[in-house]
């Protein structure tokens, strides 16, 4: 499977972007997807997550009400709808699969970039003040 990120750009505070993750392949409806973010010198940061069927989403606490993470299982693709979007919300966003079929029975191992085996190439956010 691979995965393409695209909807990245520049912003003012405030505004919105909604990304993109489309990812190849015909089993994409049993993949666990998320989004992660990464600044320079940073580790890469969990952002929110959604189940095979959309059903259950996770989210960091910074993106909690600004942020909505959603599925088309027969487009293939994984949004990240970015609200009130804030200075630091800068970064670079990936999209990531797990693509295994054992289940994350845990937030911390949901939020874990080594639990997910396939990564998007990133998409730049810049939000300006």
């Known amino acids: 499977v691979q995965l393409q990120a695209s909807g990245g750009g520049v912003v003012q505070a405030g505004g919105s972007l909604r990304l993109s993750c489309a990812a190849s392949g015909r089993r994409f409806s049993s993949y666990f997807m998320g989004w992660f973010r990464q600044t320079p010198g940073k580790e890469r940061e969990f952002v929110a997550a959604i189940s095979f069927s959309g059903g259950n989403t996770y989210y960091v606490d910074s993106a909690k009400g600004r942020f909505t993470i959603s599925r088309d299982n027969v487009k293939n693709t994984v949004y990240l709808q970015m609200d009130s979007l804030k200075p630091e919300d800068t970064a670079l966003y990936y999209c990531?699969?797990?693509?295994?079929?054992?289940?994350?029975?845990?937030?911390?191992?949901?939020?874990?970039?080594?639990?997910?085996?396939?990564w998007g190439q990133g998409t730049q956010v810049t939000v300006s003040s």
């Open positions: 990531a699969a797990r693509t295994t079929s054992s289940v994350l029975t845990s937030l911390r191992a949901r939020s874990t970039p080594s639990s997910y085996d396939v």
